[in-house]
């Protein structure tokens, strides 16, 4: 698990010791944050333009006089990314020409004719009438794909049998258009290296002829530090009008994008999010700049939850927790359940916790695995009654259970304890999942942070009070609580089946 | 090969299954098939300049950037500007921050001159890529003509999958050699036409399922292969859809597939389980290798599209962090555009600035 910027910060400038952002550690904290942009696929030379702007605006006297300034530092971070992903931001143009012509280029495999087909399906949406042209006479099969999308959305493509000249493809199919009142064309190009002058000519000439209104260059959110150099030629030889970031439903930090929006100043104009027809959405540079610096990822979560997760399970214990009825049983389904979803240190590092350090979360993911199997004991240990209701437990009980599965009546009760504020916090989780249902996002995010923040409280308070000792015995008690009560919550979230939708990242 | 499996750090557990007693003990026999064409009785050596010569572009860049700095043929250490040139350039190549850090501190540690730079990066590069300490076989894809041979491909969507088997079986097929291609991707539009087309080029046969059981095709093919006997030297190639590592169920239904194989395949057979990464790929690779390795026990890596601008650095960095050997190399969309991957002639054509 890659570390985040903030626990880089929070190494260098050890905040909450009292030691300050000075213009002597500035060079320190500035090399985390060059790191962790790298470490996110930024292009070496945008990391290096990047850092000076946030050296000057984190010179002024707001982040070194802050007495938190490893957080400040990071908000300065995040906010020049949202400023520098937004600043060019452009919707699609769909209003110019008759028809509207919109050409779709980029590398081999980016993803091109899938976009394609997306886009297609949203201008439909929208009530107009697209075209699509396949003008990928290269690969195999490549105007099979085209026709296939076609027919699956039902949306007409172009296409001439066995030809390999581009230019007429588009021409007749541009003519075929006109004839028929097509509002919007879409032409798919065949992939090509930057570098292959033969192919960038092909496409130039068709740029030429048809002066398309948006020529959308795809980039894969995987590309490393060659998206650069990729973005710069496209853009030089033809001018690109906006581009569309694709697989951003992976794990990849998709720091490309900060590379190519700079080195082109044009906008990024609408992100990949599945590999089906429904997966294109317009793009938010807060929630991208949130990802490049790994300040976790929420969205991932929930659709991993999503692939994860027994549909009809979680809606049944769901259902438990709205009436408060979530039992012990559930507890043990759920762990199952989240099992699959990754290791807990992977979870946690997913959730965007404030203050959540590395350290803190292998610590907790440690003990977890292993506590997780000491509550599974105890929860052997106990009657089926007991289980449903764990309030009937109370001291002869839990001496009882603790003989069972070999620990103590306090590790019984203190387990006993979590669940409860478990409970408690999946009502928390389960309103912001409500919320979000019915687009209340701004609530849904609310709840959440609410939510987030009591749980991280109790803990630290716990801690807190109960002393150094108790604190390391306070965080195995975990397992069951970051993030795994919410997750029954999560795969009836809107949107998340096109992997949007869901406000928080 | 089988030397992968006894590895302490093999991945994945479900590697125990294929690996019978019978076979971790025995080694095929096996004959060099590489590129046919390449016209080289050894065939090595022809896929050498292959490679050098797909890696023009990829050259252009790492040593070249460092030329001026290190220009100088006197013996003093590299300054403090050098070493950070040296350290962007491993950056700029996708090596990552650490593997690029690590290395210029060696370098500093050494008091390198510019001199031994050039030497000192081959050294620990080869090192890197286990071409050193590992059998020379290391990097070479296995292949035993006494038993069957199956090579699964996956990897991340648009990687080049389905190219490579294209270029795969045309070079079994050049070899005389029975090559069965299951048609594993029943997800992506025309995923079927697209290896149809590549097998009837390579002139391999295909097996397709009317469902979308990606499993029955691997079941079905590796029957197929068995059905007349005698599989000695025969090669199944099964191709995937291309998932993203954080898909559960995607990667769960690789497993199934996985475990279809170890069931299906004959007790002696060569199992290759093949990590499709577009050169260009970033860091994000690293978590491909680690995913796909847990889920399938990955036992190589293919970089495609190294005839573009990328110089691939990050195979360095899968290596090291993942003990995968890097085996075979795409260089062009064209049946014939596939290379041995060859530690040597790779870095030599990361580092070789003026060898063209
Ligand atoms: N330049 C270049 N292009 C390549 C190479 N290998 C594959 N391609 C191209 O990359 C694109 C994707 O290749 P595919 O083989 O379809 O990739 P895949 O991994 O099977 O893709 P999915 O099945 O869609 O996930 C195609 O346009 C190929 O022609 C290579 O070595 N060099
Ligand atoms: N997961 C995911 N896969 C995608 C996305 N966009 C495209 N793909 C997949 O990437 C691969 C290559 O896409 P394709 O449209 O054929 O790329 P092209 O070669 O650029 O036309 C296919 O397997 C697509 O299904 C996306 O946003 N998310
Ligand atoms: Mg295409
Ligand atoms: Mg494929």
Redesign the interface.
């Known amino acids: 698990m890659l570390e985040t910027l903030s626990d880089r910060l929070q190494q260098t400038l050890r905040f909450g010791t009292g030691k300050t952002l000075t213009l002597e550690n500035m060079d320190d904290a500035l090399k985390d944050v060059r790191r962790a942009l790298l470490e996110a696929d930024v292009s070496l030379r945008v990391v290096k333009e990047f850092i000076g702007r946030v050296r000057e605006k984190a010179e002024g006297e707001a982040v070194l006089k802050s007495v938190n300034p490893g957080q400040q530092l990071v908000k300065v971070v995040h906010d020049e990314l949202v400023h520098l992903l937004g600043e060019t931001y452009a919707p699609l143009n769909l209003d110019e020409g008759s028809p509207n012509i919109i050409m779709m280029f980029g590398l081999q495999g980016s993803g091109k004719t899938t976009t394609s087909g997306k886009l297609a399906r949203r201008l439909r949406k929208a009530g107009h009438n697209p075209l699509m042209i396949a003008a990928d006479v290269y690969r195999p099969a490549a105007v099979d794909q085209l026709v296939a999308l076609g027919k699956q959305l039902g949306i007409d493509t172009f296409s001439i049998a066995g030809s390999t000249d581009v230019q007429q493809i588009a021409r007749q199919g541009l003519d075929k258009a006109k004839a028929e009142g097509f509002s919007h064309v879409i032409i798919d190009t065949a992939g090509r290296l930057q570098v292959d002058t033969d192919m960038m000519a092909e496409l130039l000439l068709l740029e030429r002829s048809f002066k398309p209104h948006e020529k959308l260059l795809v980039i894969d959110a995987m590309t490393g530090q060659e998206a650069i150099h990729v973005a710069e030629a496209f853009n030089t030889q033809l001018s690109v009008t906006g581009m569309v970031l694709t697989k951003l439903d992976g794990d990849a930090r998709g720091g490309a994008a900060l590379s190519v929006v700079s080195v082109t100043g044009k906008p990024i104009k609408l992100v990949g999010l599945s590999e089906k027809m429904d997966g294109l959405q317009d793009f938010h540079p807060d929630r991208l700049a949130g990802r490049i610096l790994g300040m976790g990822d929420v969205v991932s979560l929930v659709e991993k939850a999503q692939s994860a997760i027994d549909e009809d399970e979680a809606k049944a214990i769901e259902a438990k927790m709205r009436k408060n009825e979530f039992s012990l049983e559930d507890f043990m389904k759920m762990q199952r359940m989240l099992k699959k979803l990754g290791s807990l240190d992977q979870i946690l590092g997913m959730l965007p916790i404030p203050g959540l350090t590395k350290e803190m979360r292998e610590m907790v993911a440690h003990g977890g695995e292993g506590q997780l199997k000491r509550i599974e004991a105890m929860i052997n240990s106990m009657t089926p009654e007991e289980r449903r209701q764990p309030d009937l437990i109370k001291k002869s009980r839990a001496q009882r259970i603790a003989r069972g599965s070999g620990t103590k009546p306090e590790d019984v009760t203190q387990f006993l304890q979590m669940f409860e504020m478990m409970r408690a916090m999946m009502g928390g989780l389960t309103r912001a999942s409500d919320q979000a249902k019915s687009g209340d996002q701004a609530g849904a995010e609310a709840s959440m942070n609410k939510t987030m923040h009591s749980a991280m409280g109790q803990l630290m308070g716990k801690k807190g009070k109960k002393g150094k000792k108790n604190k390391m015995k306070g965080f195995p008690g975990m397992p069951g609580m970051p993030g795994m009560p919410g997750m029954p919550g999560f795969p009836s979230l809107p949107g998340g089946g096109k992997g949007g939708g869901f406000p928080f990242k | 090969m089988f030397k992968l499996f006894n590895r302490s750090d093999s991945p994945s557990p479900s590697s125990a299954p294929s690996a019978t007693p019978a076979q971790a003990c025995e080694k095929p026999n096996s004959e060099t098939l590489a590129d046919p064409s390449a016209g080289d009785s050894s065939g090595v050596k022809g896929a050498f300049s292959g490679l050098r010569a797909a890696l023009r572009?990829t050259r252009n860049g790492l040593l070249g950037q460092l030329k001026t700095l290190t220009a100088d043929a006197s013996d003093k250490p590299l300054d403090a500007e050098a070493l950070e040139a040296f350290e962007?350039a491993l950056?700029?190549?996708?090596f990552?921050?650490d593997l690029a850090v690590a290395l210029a501190e060696q370098a500093r540690q050494k008091g390198l001159s510019a001199r031994q730079l050039k030497p000192f990066l081959r050294e620990e590069l080869m090192r890197v890529l286990g071409a050193v300490s590992q059998s020379s076989r290391f990097n070479e894809l296995s292949y035993g003509d006494d038993r069957l041979n199956i090579y699964f491909v996956v990897g991340?969507?648009?990687?080049?999958k389905t190219t490579l088997i294209?270029k795969l079986a045309h070079r079994f097929v050049g070899h005389g050699k029975r090559v069965i291609i299951a048609a594993g991707d029943t997800?992506?539009?025309?995923?079927e036409?697209?290896l149809?087309?590549?097998a009837q080029r390579a002139g391999a046969e295909l097996v397709q399922t009317q469902t979308n059981d990606a499993a029955a095709v691997v079941y079905d093919a590796l029957r197929l292969a068995q059905d007349g006997g005698d599989v000695a030297g025969s090669v199944v190639i099964i191709d995937t859809a291309?998932r993203?590592?954080?898909?559960?169920?995607?990667m769960e239904e690789l497993g199934k597939m996985k475990r279809i194989i170890d069931k299906e395949a004959p007790a002696r057979h060569v199992y290759e389980a093949l990590l499709v990464v577009?050169a260009?790929?970033?860091?994000?690779?690293l978590?491909q290798a680690k995913v796909f390795a847990q889920a399938v026990n990955l036992t190589g890596v293919a970089l495609t599209?190294l005839?573009?601008?990328?110089?691939g650095g990050?195979a360095f960095h899968i290596a090291k962090a993942h003990q995968l050997p890097v085996k075979l190399v795409g260089v062009g969309?064209q049946i014939d555009d596939l290379k041995d991957f060859d530690a040597v002639a790779f870095i030599d054509g990361l580092l070789d600035e003026e060898a063209l």
Do not use: M, P, Y
């Not at chain 2, 997800?187 to 995923?191: E, G, K, N, Y």
């Not at chain 2, 993203?244 to 995607?250: A, G, I, T």
């Not at chain 2, 005839?307 to 110089?311: H, N, R």
């Open positions: 572009q962007e950056i700029r190549a996708d990552g921050v991340v969507n648009g990687a080049g294209g997800f992506r539009a025309a995923a036409e697209q149809g087309v590549w291309g993203l590592q954080n898909k559960f169920n995607l577009d260009t790929t970033g860091q994000n690779a978590s599209k005839d573009g601008s990328a110089k990050i969309e």
